[in-house]
């Protein structure tokens, strides 16, 4: 693994991942439509759940649409030229969302890139998590944590339905994905997590 890692053509699809991936879509979206700064809105976050706190539904969409497509898209260009490569250039464009260069390194919760990278790399994995995220979400309404839920078993399913390989950074991306979502476990624990759809006022 770590020979495949230390290739040129390996170091240039985790570079190229991780730019694609720091693209803050949601903060560009809202600012382009006279929103503001959605990292004042809500929870702070940079993501599709925080967007739709503004009430504005289709923007909310494009901002998960375009947060998944580069996740998929880094796994898609890794495998057109390195298929070995494509669960590291993933996992690449995910950290590229967590902590991206332009935003000080304090970016999204990485939810929707993850679950891109997943229906690239193989898309019953795919498929999976985002059935269990539909579960959970339809079940109890709270966006954080059928994404904990969801994430967390991705390493399982990966395991069963697309190989060790797989497995393995969808089990590096369950722990960083769940470690962004701290603060919702701590609001989950006092009962002060806010349900899907609740417009939150600017802070």
């Known amino acids: ?18 730019l694609l991936g720091s693209i803050p879509f949601g903060l560009v979206l809202t ?35 375009l947060d998944g497509g580069k996740g998929a898209a880094t796994a898609l260009i890794a495998m057109a030229v390195a298929p070995e490569l494509a669960p590291w250039a ?12 332009w935003l000080k390194f ?3 919760k990485g939810v929707a890139t993850t679950l891109g990278a997943y229906f690239a790399l193989a898309w019953p ?16 309404r709270i966006s ?21 390989d797989v497995a ?12 962004r979502h701290k603060e919702n476990i701590h609001r989950l624990r006092r009962g002060e997590e806010p349900r899907i759809g609740k417009k939150k006022d600017v802070a």
């Open 144 to 164: 954080s944590l059928s994404a904990i839920i969801g994430i967390g078993m991705a390493p399982v399913y990966a395991w069963f339905l697309a190989g060790p």
């Open 106 to 108: 304090n970016g999204g």
């Open 31 to 65: 600012r382009l439509a006279g929103l503001g700064d959605i990292r004042k809105i809500g929870s702070g976050n940079i993501g599709a759940t925080n967007v739709l706190r503004t009430g504005n539904k289709p923007l909310a969409l494009a901002t998960l649409l």
């Open 125 to 140: 994995v795919g498929l999976a998590v985002g059935l269990t995220w539909l579960a959970v979400a339809l079940t109890l």
């Open 168 to 179: 393995a950074v969808a089990g590096i991306l369950a722990v960083l994905v769940i470690y």
């Open 90 to 101: 993933a996992l690449a464009a995910v950290l590229g969302h967590l902590f991206p260069v």
């Open 1 to 18: 693994m770590f020979e495949t890692l230390m290739r040129p053509e390996a170091v240039i699809a985790v570079g190229l991942g991780y």
